[in-house]
Nanobody
Framework: QVQLVESGGGLVQPGGSLRLSCVVS????????IGWFRQAPGKTREGVSC???????YYADSVKGRFTISRDNAKNTVYLQMNSLKPGDPAVYYC??????????????????????WGQGTQVTVSS
């Protein structure tokens, strides 16, 4: 059984940083594309960032230049380094396995598939 456990969320001031971690068990990350999605109250779910098995990456326009996704297959862990956090970033952040990554007209995209597994989420709050 695949399980994902996110951690690293919390309260941070605007401009601050957090690093989210997602530890995956029950499978190996080597062959999966993994994504981070977020959901804020009253807002639609948003794909934040994804990373493929060959380390191709996708970032939503809202986080480009501020967030960095990485993976450590030996630890079966995916990270999301979030810098320069803004008031628009607060949400529950979810780690998701087996996302679909593709490139269209030179632009990367990352979407959910039928086979996704989700973690329980970690709350990120940005407030002064």
């Amino acid at each position: 059984q695949v399980q994902l456990v996110e951690s690293g969320g919390g309260l941070v001031q605007p401009g601050g940083s957090l690093r989210l971690s997602c530890v995956v068990s029950g499978t190996t990350l080597d062959y999966y594309a993994i994504g981070w999605f977020r959901q804020a109250p009253g807002k639609t779910r948003e794909g934040v960032s994804c990373i493929t098995s060959d380390d191709s990456t996708y970032y939503a326009d809202s986080v480009k230049g501020r967030f960095t996704i990485s993976r450590d297959n030996a630890k079966n862990t995916v990270y999301l380094q979030m810098n320069s956090l803004k008031p628009g970033d607060p949400a529950v952040y979810y780690c998701v396995t087996d996302v679909d990554y593709f490139v269209d007209y030179g632009e990367p995209h990352c979407i959910l598939s039928r086979d996704n597994q989700w973690g329980q989420g970690t709350q990120v709050t940005v407030s002064s």
